[in-house]
């Protein structure tokens, strides 16, 4: 439960160490023109939204990446736990635990999937290494008191049958991915950005099956990104 800005609950019941993971965002290319002013409804995940842009077709919604940043420089990833955000006190809780704690499961699995093909692993800063942080957030700034619930990694089992629960639904229509990365030792910011689930044309998330779909998608499509960036510069 949470009371206050930033504060964070950890999924006790599935106390098993927290790897989570994740990813972001680099762009394909930097688009030369600046986004209106960031809205008061952003949810604060990120420290300084004025410098997202507006991606072009098949990037993320906002993007920032740093035009001096040399990417053949990294080959290694240090990732930070998840969270998931949400406005108002308990926001979090109409979603079934069991829902949240899958929902980060799939999506630490998909993009580790993707970033082990060319990244190594460390939990440590050092030469070459990126620090990764990542939120899924359904919060504005301007709200007193978030919910925010820290991601712990478990043990996958099977996906339920049926539909999802209706509040994973609401819960995953209004969300955002949110992310940055920075080199892990001198803390400089290389990326950023803000994605949504584009409305037109989707295809709905009814089932696990749906979501196990939507996330690998978005995993290969940004850690594919990123990959090229550090590969080819």
């Known amino acids: ?52 842009r507006k991606g072009e077709p098949g990037d993320v919604a906002l993007v920032y990446r740093n035009p001096k940043v040399d990417w053949t420089q990294y080959n290694s990833v240090l990732l930070e736990p ?21 929902l980060v499961g799939t999506l630490e699995n998909a993009v580790q999937r993707q970033l082990r093909q060319r990244f190594r692993f460390v939990d440590q800063p050092g030469p070459g290494v990126m620090r990764i942080r990542l939120a899924i957030t359904e919060a504005r700034a301007t709200d007193p008191i978030l919910d925010v619930l820290r991601g712990r990694s478990a043990p996958m089992s099977p ?8 509040e994973l639904r609401r819960f995953l229509e209004d969300a955002a991915i949110e992310g940055e990365i920075r080199d892990a030792q001198t803390n400089e910011l ?41 590969r080819d510069g």
């Not at 998840?82 to 899958?102: F, H, I, K, M, Q």
């Not at 996906?159 to 209706?166: E, K, L, M, V």
């Open 159 to 166: 996906p339920p049958p049926g539909p999802i629960d209706p």
């Open 1 to 52: 439960m949470t009371v206050g800005r930033k504060a964070s609950r950890p999924m006790s019941r599935y106390g098993v160490r927290a790897v989570l993971l994740v990813v972001l965002l680099c762009v394909h290319s930097c688009v030369a023109r600046r986004s209106p002013e960031p809205s008061r409804d952003t949810s604060g995940f990120l420290d300084d939204y004025s410098l997202l």
């Open 82 to 102: 998840t969270t998931l955000w949400r406005s108002g006190r308990n926001s979090l809780a109409p979603v079934p635990e069991d829902d949240l704690v899958r």
């Open 190 to 230: 290389l990326a950023a950005g803000v994605d949504r689930r584009r409305r037109e044309g989707a295809l709905p998330i009814d089932t696990w099956a749906d979501i196990d779909r939507a996330v690998d998608f978005w995993a290969d499509r940004v850690c594919g990104r990123l990959e090229r960036r550090t």
